[in-house]
Nanobody, 128 residues
Framework: EVQLVESGGGLVQVGGSLTLSCAAS????????IAWFRQAPGKEREGVSC????????YYADSVEGRFTLSNDNAENTMYLQMNSLKPEDTAVYYC?????????????????????WGQGTQVTVSS
């Protein structure tokens, strides 16, 4: 079965850290661009971080630049989002995604795709 399964969300205090994991099955993550998005209540989905072999760079939204880090472990077929110095405005449902082969990293985040696979979402709540 082809799927992305996320874990690691939860409740954290302002200034704290969380690491989200996204395990892929049924396909090889390294063959695709990888991405994390988030959506807060009443807001549009936002591309948090995207990475594509098309340009070999990792794009970060301005709102998370310097605080979040996207990475992947090919041996585990898993991608991660390390989140530090969390703020209340980081509260959202976070989604991992893969696909968009041949697209630049920033365009994947700005256009939300085209992505072939999406995780189910994991809630991150930052309390003050």
């Amino acid at each position: 079965e082809v799927q992305l399964v996320e874990s690691g969300g939860g409740l954290v205090q302002v200034g704290g850290s969380l690491t989200l994991s996204c395990a892929a099955s049924g396909f090889t993550l390294d063959d695709y661009a990888i991405a994390w998005f988030r959506q807060a209540p009443g807001k549009e989905r936002e591309g948090v971080s995207c990475s594509s072999s098309r340009d070999g760079v990792t794009y970060y939204a301005d709102s998370v630049e310097g605080r979040f880090t996207l990475s992947n472990d090919n041996a585990e077929n898993t991608m991660y989002l390390q989140m530090n110095s969390l703020k209340p405005e980081d509260t959202a449902v976070y989604y991992c995604a893969a696909g968009a082969t041949g697209y630049y990293s920033d365009s994947i985040c700005r256009m939300s795709g085209p992505l072939d696979y999406w995780g189910q979402g994991t809630q991150v709540t930052v309390s003050s």
